[in-house]
């Protein structure tokens, strides 16, 4: 083991769409830079569409996404499923609810990422799939800042699992769905037309062996 270490060595270049990273690289690059020290990292933080361009262009190594199409110059290894939450208000009526239906959100103003994240298609499908048209009462750039928003009691929001788990949201009460609840995909993508290197398969396996200890990821 200790040989492999040493031959993991150089540059790896590691996008992560920012409904994911900020939850997911602190960690996991810490312990993987604990583990092949020799290795430098180069983080980008950007939309799907982005980062894949990335990786057709040979200018990352490995990508963390939620949906995307495979092609020829796009591999997609599954890390499981995560459940989307519906953040309210501390003081929402319906704040005091074990499990929210979708029935109970049909008069909330909803709060949504920028239609650039896909996160923000997501869960409007997923209100659409509801019977639900909700009024849009703000489009925002950060998963932070709708929470804030939610706080103030600006409207209500769905925010993945991971978030919750991971940063506390002052203000705020994040509560589960009952069935159906709304899943979104977590994938680790990589050009399978480029060379890929020790690092970056270091880099996979680490996270993937991450994931499939969360119990959030399905």
Not at 89 to 112: C, E, R, T, V, Y
């Amino acid at each position: 083991m200790d040989e492999l270490k040493q031959e993991v060595a150089g540059q790896l270049a590691v996008g992560a769409i920012p409904t994911i990273a900020p939850y997911v690289l602190p960690a996991l690059i810490g312990k993987f830079q604990h583990r092949y020290p020799k290795v430098t990292l180069e983080i980008f933080e950007d939309t799907t569409e982005r980062l894949v361009r990335r990786l057709e262009d040979g200018e990352l190594d490995i990508a963390f996404v939620s949906t995307c199409d495979e092609s020829a110059a796009l591999e997609r290894h599954s890390l499981g499923k995560e459940a989307l939450l519906i953040l309210l208000p501390k003081g929402h009526p319906l704040a005091k609810k074990k499990k929210i239906k979708w029935s109970d959100l049909k008069s909330q103003k909803f709060l949504l990422l920028h239609e650039l994240h896909c996160l923000s298609a997501q869960v409007y499908q997923f209100l659409v799939t509801h019977h639900l048209r909700p009024e849009l009462a703000v489009r925002g750039a950060q998963l932070g800042t709708i929470a804030r928003m939610v706080a103030a009691g600006m409207g209500v929001s769905l925010v993945p699992q991971m978030m919750i788990n991971t940063e506390p949201v002052t203000g705020c009460v994040a509560l589960p769905f009952a069935p159906p609840v709304p899943l979104r995909e977590l994938n680790l993508v990589r050009n399978p037309l480029r060379f890929q290197s020790k690092a970056a398969a270091a880099f996979h396996q680490e996270a993937a062996a991450a994931f499939s200890s969360k119990p959030n990821a399905r």
